[in-house]
């Protein structure tokens, strides 16, 4: 239940706003996919993601 509602804040918040949150709290990890008009599309990982 929680992860499903971290999925769904992360969602609709902004990715700085994002990343912020899930970089804030060690236990949490997470991987974004996401496209840029200038550099298409790009891979973006947390901190502890590859811990």
């Known amino acids: ?4 509602a971290y999925a769904t804040a992360l969602m609709v918040m902004p990715l700085a706003q994002s990343q912020a949150l899930i970089n804030s709290s060690p236990e949490l990890e997470a991987y974004w996919i996401v496209a840029d ?3 298409g599309i790009k891979e973006l990982y947390s901190d502890s993601f590859f811990k």
């Open 1 to 4: 239940m929680t992860a499903d």
């Open 37 to 39: 008009s200038l550099e």
